[in-house]
Structure formats: structure tokens, C-alpha cells
């Protein structure tokens, strides 16, 4: 079993930045894929990013370039940061997990991102 507990959201100005924390824990963590995902209302959920447990990562395209995931292994938590985020990037964040890069098993809480001046 993996619990997933995020941290960070928020209401942050176009232009501005962001950091989503995710810290893991479970026996098998540190194999897992770790990711993050959003939801709008009136949307599907959909990936934003995820890292898998050698570092190679993954990123929509929407926010390629303007957002960055990272994982430390070490302590078991995955980091989400956003710079120049839009409007549009307003939505629930979720952090993901998984045991490949297709199977999302267990989900955090979720935290709100507002993007707006």
C-alpha cells in the first residue's frame, strides 16, 4: 500500500511560481512512477508529468518547458514546479503512483491551484 500526501497549492499570479511537494511512503516507493496529474471542473483528469524511479521523465505538452518534476529517492517525495503558470493551469493537482508509466494505483488528496491576478 503507498500513501500519497501533497503540499504546496495554491493561489499564485500569472507569470509567477509554484512548488507541489508529494511525500511518499509504502515498501515499494522508491521502483514506483511518481507523477502528477490535474483536473479542472467540467474536465477529465489528465498526466501533467511523472518521473520514473531512474529519473526519466514525461511531460505534457502543455507545460513543457514551464514545469519541472523532480523525485527524491532518498526520502521518498516528488516535487512539482511551476514557473510562468497560466490561467489555464488552474485545476486540483494530484500526485500519482505506480508501478509502470501506464498503471496510476494510488492517488493523494489532491491540492488546488489557482492561477490568477
Known amino acids: 500500500q503507498v500513501q500519497l500526501v ?3 497549492g495554491g493561489l ?3 507569470g509567477g511560481s509554484l512548488r507541489l511537494s508529494c511525500v511518499a511512503s509504502g515498501s515499494m516507493v ?3 512512477v511518481l507523477g502528477w496529474y490535474r483536473q479542472a471542473p467540467g474536465k477529465q483528469r489528465e498526466l501533467v508529468a511523472a518521473v520514473g524511479s531512474s529519473g526519466t521523465t514525461n511531460y505534457a505538452d502543455s507545460v513543457k518547458g514551464r514545469f519541472t518534476i ?3 529517492n532518498a526520502k ?3 516535487s512539482l514546479q511551476m514557473n510562468s ?3 489555464e493551469d488552474t485545476a486540483v493537482y ?3 503512483g505506480g508501478p509502470t508509466w501506464s498503471l496510476t494505483q494510488f492517488w493523494g488528496q489532491g491540492t488546488q491551484v489557482t492561477v490568477s491576478s
Open 6 to 8: 501533497e503540499s504546496g
Open 12 to 14: 499564485v499570479q500569472p
Open 30 to 32: 522508491r521502483v514506483y
Open 70 to 72: 523532480s523525485r527524491d
Open 76 to 78: 521518498n517525495t516528488v
Open 85 to 87: 503558470p497560466k490561467p
Open 94 to 96: 494530484y500526485c500519482s
